[in-house]
């Protein structure tokens, strides 16, 4: 159960913290938190999430599972015997409860890490009539983009097996309009509808290229086998 009592202690993040800062995230220097010890080997493991989060700042908020595999690649210390981060649940488990701990010592914004998996809808509607239209007004044609796919000889679309990738291929997939799957390593008829369905709309082209991202293992090996490619090329 939440703690109302705790929670409205802690300092109140104002509307400018709920913003994505342009400034970067200080390294953990001290190890007292005053209420427990911080060991070395977890603040390996915290200067290793905030320098991921510093390098990922454009692609702000991220999920936990990025960050995960984001720390594979640099496998800090993390337990104090000396073993380094890896691929395994404990480890994954002790990334959680030290990303809990960051935002709760207002060491990183609340606003910066995304959970995917769990959704909160704010589902009660606008207050007033004056509220929706000022909020809505400023943005009314701020949406407007053109389909760069119309004038292109071919159609193009991205297959991605790794949802944790969400925020770098939606950057780079929007600024040139091109339409893009996540999988999890394994497709679907309903995904593979919307495809054919999204290629007839762009005028049934004679071919279609997909940029496929996946892990060089069973399952990502397997994918271009779920589309019947004619051709493809591995890089």
């Known amino acids: 159960m939440l703690d109302l009592k705790e929670w409205r202690s802690r300092k109140q993040q104002s509307e400018d913290e709920l913003e994505f800062s342009s400034d970067r995230l200080e390294l953990c220097t001290s190890i007292s938190t005053g209420s427990r010890t911080i060991y ?6 915290e200067n290793g999430i905030i320098e991921i989060l510093n390098e990922n700042h454009q692609y702000l908020p991220i999920t936990a599972r990025r960050i995960h595999y984001e720390l594979l690649n640099t496998r800090p210390v993390c337990y104090k015997n000396g073993s380094k981060y890896s691929n395994d649940n404990s480890s994954y488990k002790k ?25 909160y809808e704010n589902n009660r509607g606008w207050q007033s009539v004056n509220i929706y ?4 007004l400023p943005h009314l044609f701020n949406n407007f983009e053109r389909d760069l796919l119309q004038s292109q000889p071919v159609h193009i679309a991205i297959i991605c097996e790794k949802a944790t990738l969400g925020p770098q291929i939606r950057k780079v997939a929007g600024d040139w309009g091109i339409p893009f799957a996540f999988i999890k390593g394994q497709s679907s008829s309903a995904s593979r509808y919307l495809m054919l369905k999204d290629w007839q709309q762009n005028g049934e082209k004679d071919s279609i290229y997909f940029l496929v991202l996946t892990d060089l293992d069973p399952a990502g090996i397997r994918i271009p086998g779920y589309y019947n490619f004619k051709s493809y090329e591995r890089v």
């Open 95 to 119: 990334l959680l409860r030290v990303l809990t701990n960051l935002r709760f010592r207002q060491q990183i914004p609340f606003s910066w890490i995304t959970d995917e998996q769990r959704i």
């Open 40 to 45: 070395d080997c977890e603040l390996q493991l």
């Open 133 to 136: 239209l000022d909020s809505v």
